[in-house]
């Protein structure tokens, strides 16, 4: 599940790493699902954080011969202090089990032309509930994160495959092949194509 804080300090930067879990041993993936089985911490120590996310961000940059072994080291060394030195508790629910079922629905059926009415008619609930409840746990609107989602698998197949933009756009649910390139760009700053050639 992707979760956005909703900080409002000017300094605040929001950073995302989509992870393979190849690269994260099995007592570190424990030190994860325990740091956030009930909810969100702050690190004791911010800028620590701030200097292994710098160095994980210049090993993804890199990309030599070394690189895989070095972004596993930087995300284990990344969530082993957060584990150690974890101090303020934020309660924010994350496993909701309502908003973890629409999470699965999402990442399974986000080729379709997935609804927030047509989520909340499976759930059983009003659409304006549903969509206050999956703002309060997630930080995202359900389009936000639809939007996410779907952003991440073209990144994927733009980098794995040779598929023209247009069919990667409607393989990830976008029907305008425009409207996704805009998307595309809010989410990452960066055209489909232009993405394409910097990997």
């Known amino acids: ?3 956005k804080p909703s900080y409002t300090t000017a300094d605040y930067i929001r950073r995302k790493f989509y992870m393979d879990m190849i690269f994260l041993d099995g007592s570190v993936l424990t030190a994860l699902d325990k740091l956030c089985e009930n909810g969100a911490y702050t690190p004791d120590n911010p800028l620590r954080v701030i200097d292994i996310i710098t160095s994980l961000e210049k090993e993804l940059e890199k990309r030599d011969l070394l690189s895989e072994t070095m972004i596993k080291c930087r995300m284990t060394e990344l969530i082993t202090y957060c584990a ?90 976008f029907n305008d092949s425009n409207y996704f390139s805009h998307a595309f760009r809010g989410e990452t700053g960066i055209t489909p194509l232009g993405y394409r050639k910097s990997e």
Do not use: W
Request: hydrophobic share 40%; proline share 2%.
């Open 1 to 3: 599940m992707l979760h």
């Open 84 to 173: 150690r030195h974890k101090s303020t508790y934020v309660d924010n629910d994350f496993r909701n089990p309502v908003i973890e079922r629409i999470v699965t629905y999402i990442n399974k059926s986000y080729a379709e032309n997935i609804t927030l009415a047509a989520a909340a008619n499976e759930m059983r609930m009003s659409s304006v509930y549903l969509s206050r409840l999956f703002k309060a746990t997630t930080g995202f609107t359900f389009k936000e994160y639809l939007t996410a989602v779907r952003i991440k698998r073209a990144k994927e197949l733009l980098s794995e495959t040779s598929l023209p933009v247009k069919e990667i756009a409607a393989q990830c649910g």
